[in-house]
Nanobody, 124 residues
Framework: VQLQASGGGLVQAGDSLRLSCAAS????????MGWFRQAPGKEREFVGA????????RYADSVKGRFTITRDNAKNTVYLQMNSLKPEDTDVYYC??????????????????WGQGTLVTVSS
């Protein structure tokens, strides 16, 4: 699966932003889709994931209640709605596709296909 993340930008603390992850070559309906973020010099951090059907989601504690992941399998696209953004949310955000069981969806190393990343900068 080829993935293209978009929607990043510069926003102020408290603002909202929606990231999109468009897939091509294969349908995403057979994949768990995840969002991750990474700052320079730091490890890639799990943000959240959505199950193949979209009925299940899970989030990192740092974003729970503020971020929401949805998917539109017909459009082959996954979204990350980010509300109440904080300066510490500043990172490059990546989407990824994996074939793992839903129970393992927070394990970064199990995701096989990755998008190129989109930068989100939150100013205070």
């Amino acid at each position: 699966v080829q993935l293209q993340a978009s929607g990043g930008g510069l926003v102020q603390a408290g603002d909202s932003l929606r990231l999109s992850c468009a897939a091509s070559r294969l349908s995403i309906r057979n994949y768990v889709m995840g969002w991750f973020r990474q700052a320079p010099g730091k490890e890639r951090e799990f943000v959240g994931a959505i199950s193949r059907s979209g009925s299940g989601t899970r989030y990192a504690d740092s974003v729970k209640g503020r971020f929401t992941i949805t998917r539109d399998n017909a459009k082959n696209t996954v979204y990350l709605q980010m509300n109440s953004l904080k300066p510490e949310d500043t990172d490059v955000y990546y989407c990824a596709a994996g074939s793992m069981a839903w129970s393992a969806s927070s394990m970064t190393h199990l995701y096989r296909d990755w998008g190129q990343g989109t930068l989100v900068t939150v100013s205070s």
